[in-house]
């Protein structure tokens, strides 16, 4: 039987962040979005076009570039995008039935 993938973040637990009407550059670390409020470096990015465990690296205005690039092959405009604070608390990925743990508390 074929490995089944899911690139996505099933439970969250602290501050989630997120923004409809985004665009992902293609082959890029670059998103835009309508705002940054809420949006911190090294939070967590949630979106179908960034491998699981993509942070945020950097903020410009609204511009945000990530630590990675997206998979996408053309720009993909129109995302919802998730950002996942790592500031307080424990976050769960749930990835081809496996948990990994992530302990993100800042002292």
Same mark, same amino acid.
């Given at each position: 039987m074929a490995e089944a993938f899911s690139n996505k973040v099933v =439970?969250? $637990?602290? @501050?989630?962040?997120?923004y409809s009407g985004s665009t992902v550059a293609a082959g890029s670390t670059q998103i835009t979005v309508t705002a940054n409020t809420g949006i911190g470096v090294s939070d967590l990015v949630d979106n179908g076009?960034?491998?699981?465990?993509? =942070?945020? $690296?950097? @903020?410009?205005?609204t511009t945000i570039f990530t630590d990675r690039n997206s998979t996408n092959t053309a720009s993909a405009t129109s995302q919802t995008i998730r950002f996942l604070g790592t500031d307080d608390g424990i976050y769960f990925t749930f990835c081809h039935e496996e948990y990994y743990y992530w302990w993100n508390i800042l002292q």
């Open positions: =439970r969250a $637990a602290g @501050i989630v962040t997120t076009n960034f491998i699981a465990g993509t =942070r945020v $690296a950097q @903020i410009d205005g």
